[in-house]
Structure formats: C-alpha cells, structure tokens
C-alpha cells in the first residue's frame, strides 16, 4: 500500500482525515500513484493534474522522502522507501500572492 499525504483542502473534498492509502499495480511512479488516488476520489480528478494534459497543477508541488519531484518524470520511479509504503507520497499545495 502507498501512503499519500493530500492538502488540507482535498482531504476536505475527498471527506477525508489524515493520510490515504492506494494501490498500485506495476510500477510506483507519481503518474501511477495519482491514478490510484483519482480511481479511488474521483472528485479530486483535476485537482491535482490537468484532467486533459495529465500535467502537474501549477500550484500544486510533490515530495518523497524529503526531495521535490514536481519537476521529475511522472513516470521515473519513486524512491523504494514510498513503494514500500514506509514513507509516503505528499502533496503538497503551493503558496501565491504578494
């Protein structure tokens, strides 16, 4: 199981408390972490990635083991230590304005 940190605001849309646990078959990447995560609240599809380009939110950031991979491929593997659900996914929302 992957354990997923979500934002107070979606754990608010997802009528959720604390962290979330998803399956994922084959490979623990973010993309397929996300998956899991949409498949299981759908009302948080488009939340977090643009329901049409599959892309990141601009506002929105991941982290795994203290490393930021917004940045990285949403296919590239997440570190061993989230696949093992000893660590968890998080997502984290953005700070704007001035």
């Keep these: 199981m992957i354990r997923v940190v ?3 605001h979606l754990r608010t849309l997802a009528h959720v408390s604390g962290e979330v646990t998803v399956s994922v ?5 973010q993309r397929h972490v996300l998956d899991a995560v949409e498949e299981r609240f759908p009302m948080l599809r488009g939340t977090m990635r643009d329901r049409t380009t599959g892309k990141r939110r601009p506002l929105v950031r991941f982290f795994a083991c203290s490393e930021d991979l917004s940045n990285e491929s949403p296919d590239a593997p997440l570190p061993d230590e989230v696949a093992a659900g000893k660590e968890p996914f998080l997502v984290v929302g953005a700070m704007a304005g001035g």
């Design 6 to 8: 979500l934002p107070p």
């Design 25 to 29: 078959a084959g490979d623990v990447t």
